[in-house]
C-alpha cells in the first residue's frame, strides 16, 4: 500500500541515474579500463573523499556526502513556502471573505491541489536526510577484491571489482553539465545494467579531470604494493566521520573548501549560503546514525597489525582549515603541495613506464 508520508532516504545508491540502463546508451561518454592504465594522466587525487586508507581497504564518502544538509534546508524552506504560504494563508483569507461563487470555490480548489502536490513534494525532500545515516561509505578491498556500498536500512551492496564496469557520464544541471563517475553491476549480457552507485566527485569542469579520481581507486586496487605510500602521500586530510559525526564546524569549512588559492575569492563570496547551510547539515549529522558495517565484511576488512600503510583523519594536519581553505603561509604551502606533487609525478612516471607503448581502453 502507497504512503504517502514514507520517507525516502538521500541514499545514492538508490536514488542516482536510475535512467543509465546499459554500457551502450548515449549517456555514458567513456567505459573505464580496470586492467589498463592511463598514461597520459595529469594527476592522482582522491578529491578530499578518502575517510581511510590502508593496505586492505579504502573507503570513501559518498557521492551526497558533499552537499549535506542542502535537500533538508530547501525541503524545509519550499515546504513552509508552499503549505503555509499558499495553502494555509489562501484558505484563511477565502474562509474570512464570506460566500463565494461556484467558480471562485473551484479556482481556490485547484489552486490549493497544487500546493498540497508541492507541499507534499517538499516534505519527501526535507524528511530525506535527517534520522538516517551521516554518510554512505563506499569501500574497495585491495586484498579480496571485493567491493562493498553501505546504503540505507543496513544493507550492503557487494560486488566483485572485476565484476563492475565504471563510467563516465554527465547531466545537466541548469545551464552547466555536472560529469561523474558511476559503478555499474552488470547483467549477463554484458551490456544490461542492473545497479548502479556513483563515485564521491562531480565535477563541472572538464571531466578529464575526473581520471585523476579514476586512477587514484584503480591504482589502488590493481597497482603494485609500491604505489601505495604514495597513494597516502597525495591525501592532505582525510574528513572525520569514521565512527564519529562530523562537527558544525568541520561541516562548514567542508563546504567551504577549496582546491586552489585563488578558489578563496570565489567561496569568499558564497560564505553565507555556505553558512546557513552548514546549521542544516550539523542538524542531519546530530540526528542520523553512524555507518556500522556487518561483522562479515568488518572482518575481511581487518587490516594487518602495525600496518605502514594507514591514513586517517587522525593523521590530520593540527590546524587543518588551512589547508582546506587554502589559507596556509607560502612556506607551508610549498612543502605540503610539493609533497603531493612529487608522489603524484612519481605514480604518473610509473604508469607512462607500464602502459606508455598501450592504448588505454575507453
Not at 586508507?53 to 533538508?72: A, K, M, P, Q
Not at 548502479?196 to 584503480?218: Q, V
Amino acid at each position: 500500500m502507497f504512503n504517502p508520508f514514507k520517507r525516502v532516504p538521500a541514499d545514492p545508491s538508490k536514488l542516482f541515474h536510475r535512467g543509465l540502463s546499459c554500457l551502450s546508451d548515449k549517456g555514458v561518454s567513456r567505459v573505464y579500463s580496470q586492467k589498463t592504465g592511463d598514461p597520459d594522466v595529469k594527476g592522482i587525487y582522491g578529491f578530499d573523499s578518502v575517510v581511510r586508507l590502508n593496505s586492505t581497504y579504502l573507503e570513501l564518502v559518498d557521492r551526497y556526502y558533499n552537499w549535506r544538509g542542502t535537500w533538508t534546508l530547501a525541503g524545509a524552506f519550499f515546504f513552509c513556502w508552499s503549505f503555509f504560504g499558499f495553502f494555509v494563508w489562501q484558505l484563511i483569507t477565502t474562509l474570512m471573505q464570506g460566500e463565494f461563487v461556484f467558480f471562485d470555490w473551484l479556482f481556490f480548489i485547484g489552486m490549493w491541489s497544487v500546493a498540497l502536490l508541492i507541499s507534499w513534494a517538499t516534505y519527501r525532500l526535507m524528511t530525506s536526510e535527517m534520522f538516517f545515516s551521516t554518510y554512505y561509505p563506499i569501500r574497495f578491498n585491495r586484498k579480496n577484491g571485493m567491493v562493498y556500498v553501505h546504503q540505507s536500512g543496513g544493507d550492503v551492496l557487494s560486488v566483485p571489482w572485476q565484476d563492475l564496469r565504471f563510467v563516465l557520464t554527465g547531466g545537466k544541471n541548469f545551464t552547466i553539465t555536472e560529469w561523474t563517475i558511476i559503478g555499474c553491476v552488470m547483467a549477463d549480457d554484458g551490456d544490461t545494467i542492473t545497479r548502479t552507485f556513483p563515485l564521491p566527485i562531480n565535477l563541472a569542469w572538464d571531466p578529464e579531470d575526473l581520471t585523476m579520481c579514476w586512477e587514484f581507486i584503480r591504482c589502488y586496487m590493481e597497482e603494485g604494493d609500491e604505489y601505495l605510500p604514495d597513494l597516502v602521500d597525495t591525501i592532505p586530510w582525510c574528513p572525520p566521520v569514521e565512527n564519529q559525526k562530523e562537527g558544525w564546524l568541520f561541516g562548514l569549512l567542508y563546504l567551504s573548501k577549496q582546491y586552489g588559492r585563488l578558489g578563496l575569492l570565489v567561496n569568499a563570496l558564497q560564505f553565507p549560503f555556505f553558512f546557513i547551510i552548514s546549521f542544516s547539515r550539523w542538524l542531519v549529522m546530530k540526528t542520523s546514525k553512524v555507518p556500522v558495517w556487518p561483522a562479515e565484511i568488518a572482518a575481511t576488512c581487518q587490516p594487518d597489525e602495525n600496518d605502514p600503510i594507514n591514513k586517517g583523519a587522525e593523521h590530520n594536519p593540527p590546524q587543518v582549515w588551512r589547508p582546506m581553505l587554502g589559507l596556509q603561509g607560502k612556506t607551508r604551502y610549498a612543502q605540503s603541495f610539493a609533497r603531493e606533487r612529487e608522489a603524484m609525478d612519481r605514480i604518473t612516471a610509473r604508469l607512462k613506464a607500464k602502459y606508455g607503448g598501450q592504448e588505454s581502453a575507453d
